[in-house]
């Protein structure tokens, strides 16, 4: 039978987990972002989805808009942006193009969906808005090699903005 002092002495030697398999800063709307701490090793389950457990810090920007200048400060978010901070369970399908979340490690309870757009004029390209929690770049992360081509899809529309600002000056 293994000690409690062994233990923690086996589980401090492993160090801190690696932050690798998770975006670690998204938004969330007008001055809102998600800040995400990895906190365990990625898993593969029976179905073949990858799993990770995260800790997500939710902050708002608060800001005095009469003071000289604006002063902003970040506070934990309440309220519509829900709780401040949340363990959950992060959840990518690499073969199916699939990103989920759920506060239960066997998805039972998950928010699945596509991490392209399926229909429409943009049928085919990664979903990497706000508005639908980045999906796509929170599953490159775990799929990596799947992500390629979505990512430099991404890195293309970036070029051309800049290349539009410029040409604006």
């Known amino acids: 039978m293994i000690s409690a002092l062994s233990l923690l002495l086996l589980v401090a030697a492993q160090g801190p987990v690696p932050q690798e398999h998770v975006l670690p800063v998204f938004g969330c709307g007008t001055s809102c972002r998600v800040e995400t701490e990895q906190l365990s090793l990625t898993e593969r389950m029976p179905d073949g989805w990858l799993m990770v457990k995260v800790r997500q810090r939710t902050w708002v920007q608060n800001c005095d808009w009469k003071s000289t200048p604006v002063k902003c400060v970040d506070e934990p ?6 709780p401040p901070v949340i363990d959950l ?3 990518a399908d690499c073969k199916g193009e699939r990103f989920a979340t759920s506060k239960k490690p066997d998805r039972t309870d998950s928010v699945e969906q596509d991490v392209f757009y399926r229909e429409g004029d943009v049928a ?3 979903k990497f808005q706000t508005v639908h929690g980045n999906p796509f770049m929170r ?4 799929c ?4 390629e081509e979505g990512v430099l899809f991404i890195q293309g529309s970036l070029d ?3 290349k539009a600002l410029e040409e604006i000056k």
């Open 124 to 126: 085919g390209q990664p």
């Open 77 to 82: 978010a309440s309220g519509r942006a829900g």
């Open 89 to 91: 369970w992060l959840f």
């Open 139 to 142: 599953w490159a992360k775990l």
């Open 144 to 147: 990596p090699a799947e992500a």
């Open 160 to 162: 051309q903005f800049r």
